[in-house]
Each structure stands twice: as structure tokens, then as C-alpha cells.
């Protein structure tokens, strides 16, 4: 006995020397001991006027993928040629589906697959909140970049479309969605063509018009025509990922730059229950509402399975030699620790994202009378796809849910599978790490998982190396004005995604 507990502590010991000598040697990515001055960039009061008065059209994407008015979007057409001239004078333009926008800048060397750059140039809704300071925009040159705070807006500092720039801000709806890239690549690109720069291969931008609404009458058609020029496109660069600042992912104490290399999948199913319809006063034993319960609680209880994809792990090599000792040394066990690993970040909403195919139910109708039994009772749970997952595995996770159930089962929305996963080893993934590092010396640069959707997906027809990001830093404030009240970007962001595209467009081939 006293041999097997000796074996027994003997092989204990052994366990936790491995663990620890592993987590000491586990190769994570090292950061640089002294921090470098971020560069000091130029403001440009003419780029921001050009901007500004974008902002002011209110190119608004809303109804069913794409039936909207499209008036704004002829007016928001006629001010990019009245106002970048020389991009349209020397260009190859080209509008597909009649507002989808195309601009190719020849290079020097036609065997070079192109480069391709997009946005959009849609906006949600900017929402009733009122409006703190209704006067109209008035722009101030000169007006130089604060502290942007990191309080949630509930009210909008200035009207939605009002174009203001103020506190060192440029406020209005679209401003970090996605006007905001639209008009820093028209500039980088408009610089390059001031300066007589001819990059060695093709350069185009492409704009959609419907990206928050599906992109189907936008991206869809710009990739189909791509498509049918037999273009191949060395890099597709879209928006996902951004800078993080510091202090932003708890226990790491640096800028992270996530560099979105694929994007989650979407299924959205409305889910009908049958029962028994009458009066409240004769309810069955097991009402509609009663088996509808039941189904969204097996569906939130027994979620599809959490795992940690090669890109997570990558992320986690990344980032992870700043984090706690203790998610080091799970990070670098998961032989053994992996389980461990997995209940930990499922706690976390924004870490559970990224390890599973996540769960939301989003909508519930049933009887429209506080004494009326509806006989048909439905909800909507949505589904956002781990690369890895497939469309058919939910479809089938679904089922096992309404198992016993007299249940209609309907997708609504825009049905995809997870997009496949770009190589962080191509140079397209290299030049966007260089021209981070040129404008954010500190920050480290990671691969990630985009959750959200976005038209990149759209372009995998026409390439396999499509990255998602946007060079700006932001706080938790800035990102909670996306799609929300108060969305505005600062000053300084703006100027630094100029100089990022520029050093893009001018070093892909240097």
C-alpha cells in the first residue's frame, strides 16, 4: 500500500513538473520590453471637411435585404465624384448594379493579382434618442483631438447627420461604420495619385450599398462581376477587427490589434409550437408557452459544444504571455488542462463567442390576450457558426431540442455557413501587421475570429486571403456607439486609417 501511494504522489510530482516546466517554455509571443513613441500624424482639416460633409448624407440601409429608398445614395454618388476628382479622372470606375462603386488604379506590373479594398457606404437607422445640441454643423478647422472618456452616451451630442466636428470628434452615423474607411482609403489612394506613386500591382476599392441589410444587391454583385473578369485577388481587406486599447482584455497591459481571419456562420430559425388553443380558464396541463419553455431551455442548457479552433490557439499564443499565470498554465497544458480551459472562457459572453457556436433566442409571440390560450406559440433563436461547425450540425442540434414537440421549424434571415480561415503567413497578412506597427509601435497584432458579418464573406469567389480590420483604436464608449447613439470617431483615429491605408497601397511589394 505504502508502494502505491508513494507511485502515486511519485507520478503527481512528475504531472506538475512537466505543467510547470511548460508553461515557463511554452512559446508565447514575446512583446517588446520599451515602449516606442506612437508616430505623431499631421491633422489634415481638408480631409476632415471632405468627411464631414459624408456624414451629413443619410445613405440609410433599412426594410428587406436591400428595398429601400435609394435617393440619399444618388446624392452620396455625385459627392464623391464632386469631391475626389482625381480618383474618377484617373481610375478605371465602374458602377455595378447601379450604386455598387468600383475604382481600379492600374499598376506598373499586370502578372500581379490586384489588391482589393472595400466598404460600404450604407448606415443603419441613427434611433429616436434625443439630441443634446441641436445646433447645425459648423466645422471648426483646427479643432484638435481630447480624450474621447469612456462613458456609454444614452443621448446623441449632436443630430445623427449633422456631420459635427467638435471635441476633437467627427460625429454622425456611419462615422466608425463604415463611412469612415470609405473616405480614408478615397484619400490614401487620392494621395497616391497627388504624388505620382504607380503601386506594382492593381489597387481596387470596391463600395456596397446594402452590407447591413444581407449585401446582397451590393457585394454579392460586385464579387459575382469580379467573378466574371476572371479576376483573382491577391488580399480583400474589409472591416472586423480593430485596435483595443489598453486595458481593454482584462490582464493583458498593451494596445491589441486583432486582425480578423475568418468570420462566423448565421442561422436564424423561427420555431412554431403547437398546443392547445381557449380560455384561460379551462388551461390544458401543458399549455403552448408551457412546451415552448421547455424547448428554449434544452436550447440554452445544452449548447453545441465549446472548442478551441487552430485560429483561437493562435489568437491565445499571441496575447497569452501577458495574461495571469494561471491562464498561462492552462494555455500551455491543454493536454491535460483543456477542459478546465473551455469552462472558464464559456463564463466570459466575449470569449464563450469564440470558442462556440453560440446560442441567442431573440424574439417570442404568442396570445395577444391576458385570458386567451394561444394554440400556436413561436420564438427565434439565433445561431452564430464556429468555423468548424456546419449549417446541417445546427439544423440537427435543433431537432434534438424539439424532440416530442409538434413543432414547424423555419430559417429566416441570411443563412451561411462559417467562412474559411485566411493563412496568417501570406504576405497579405504581413503587410497589414507592418502597417500597424507603423502607426501603433506597441500594440500586439493578432489573428482573431470575427463574430459579427460582414462582406468579406461575400468575396471568398475571388480569393483566399480576406483579413478583417480597421486601424482605429478604440474604448469600450467608441464601441458601444456602433449601431447605437453618439457614434462619432476622433480625430486622431481618422488621420492615423490614412496613413494606415497609405502605407498599405505604397509597401505591399516593398
Known amino acids: 500500500m505504502k508502494k502505491l501511494i508513494l507511485g502515486i504522489l511519485g507520478i503527481l510530482v512528475l504531472v506538475v513538473l512537466v505543467v510547470l516546466v511548460k508553461t515557463f517554455t511554452y512559446p508565447f509571443k514575446k512583446t517588446d520590453a520599451v515602449m516606442k513613441p506612437e508616430p505623431n500624424i499631421p491633422q489634415n482639416d481638408s480631409a476632415v471637411y471632405r468627411f464631414s460633409g459624408g456624414l ?13 429608398d435609394y435617393s440619399n445614395f444618388d446624392k452620396f454618388k455625385t459627392y464623391l465624384k464632386e469631391t475626389y476628382p482625381l480618383i474618377y479622372q484617373h481610375t478605371e470606375y465602374n458602377e455595378v448594379n447601379g450604386y455598387g462603386l468600383v475604382f481600379r488604379l492600374k499598376g506598373s506590373n499586370p502578372g500581379l493579382q490586384p489588391v482589393l479594398f472595400l466598404s460600404h457606404m450604407d448606415v443603419v437607422p ?9 445646433e447645425e454643423n459648423v466645422f471648426r478647422p483646427g479643432d484638435k483631438a481630447v480624450s474621447a472618456g469612456d462613458k456609454v452616451a444614452e443621448e446623441w451630442d449632436y443630430a445623427p447627420f449633422s456631420g459635427a466636428v467638435a471635441n476633437g470628434r467627427i460625429y454622425g452615423r456611419g462615422a466608425l461604420d463604415m463611412k469612415g474607411m470609405l473616405f480614408a482609403l478615397m484619400e490614401s489612394m487620392t494621395g497616391l495619385i497627388k504624388n505620382n506613386e504607380t503601386p506594382q500591382r492593381d489597387i481596387y476599392l470596391a463600395f456596397g450599398f446594402d452590407e447591413e441589410v444581407g449585401g446582397r444587391k451590393g457585394a454579392v454583385k460586385i464579387a459575382e462581376y469580379f467573378k466574371s473578369k ?9 472591416e472586423g477587427g480593430v485596435v483595443l486599447e489598453k486595458g481593454s482584455i482584462s490582464g493583458i497591459n498593451s494596445d491589441v490589434a486583432l486582425i480578423g481571419c475568418a468570420e462566423k456562420g448565421f442561422l436564424s430559425a423561427r420555431i412554431k409550437v403547437k398546443g392547445l388553443g381557449g380560455h384561460s380558464s379551462m388551461p390544458p396541463m401543458e399549455s403552448a408557452i408551457g412546451k415552448a419553455a421547455v424547448i428554449m431551455q434544452r436550447l440554452e442548457d445544452h449548447q453545441m459544444k465549446p ?15 501577458q495574461m495571469p499565470f494561471a491562464t498561462r498554465m492552462a494555455l500551455a497544458n ?24 453560440t446560442t441567442a433566442l431573440t424574439m417570442m409571440k404568442g396570445s395577444d390576450g391576458t385570458n386567451v390560450l394561444s394554440p400556436e406559440v413561436e420564438f427565434v433563436v439565433n445561431f452564430r457558426l464556429l468555423p468548424g461547425n456546419t449549417v446541417k450540425e445546427v439544423k440537427e442540434h435543433i431537432a434534438k431540442a424539439t424532440e416530442g414537440f409538434d413543432v414547424e421549424v423555419e430559417e429566416v434571415d441570411n443563412t451561411r455557413e462559417a467562412s474559411a480561415v485566411s493563412s496568417t503567413t501570406t504576405k497579405a497578412y ?7 506597427k507603423n502607426i501603433y509601435p506597441n500594440a500586439i497584432v493578432t489573428p482573431y475570429l470575427t463574430v459579427g458579418g460582414t462582406d ?24 458601444q456607439s456602433i449601431h ?24 505591399y511589394d516593398k
Open 56 to 68: 451629413k448624407i443619410p445613405t440609410i440601409s433599412t426594410g428587406e435585404l436591400g428595398d429601400f
Open 230 to 238: 476572371g479576376l483573382e485577388f491577391d488580399a480583400v481587406y474589409d
Open 430 to 436: 504581413k503587410v497589414i501587421a507592418s502597417g500597424i
Open 456 to 479: 468579406a464573406y461575400k468575396y471568398q469567389i475571388v480569393s483566399k486571403n480576406i483579413y478583417r480590420f480597421i486601424p482605429f483604436k478604440i474604448n469600450h464608449a467608441e464601441q
Open 334 to 357: 491543454r493536454w491535460l488542462l483543456n477542459p478546465l480551459l473551455l469552462s472558464q472562457l464559456t463564463k466570459n459572453n466575449s470569449t464563450n463567442a469564440l470558442v462556440r457556436t
Open 307 to 321: 472548442v478551441i479552433t487552430p485560429l483561437i490557439q493562435e489568437f491565445f499564443d499571441n496575447v497569452g504571455g
Open 126 to 134: 441613427p434611433g429616436d434618442a434625443p439630441v443634446k445640441n441641436n
Open 484 to 507: 447605437s447613439t453618439n457614434e462619432y470617431i476622433s480625430i486622431e483615429n481618422y488621420m492615423r486609417m490614412i496613413r494606415y491605408f497609405e502605407f498599405v497601397m505604397k509597401n
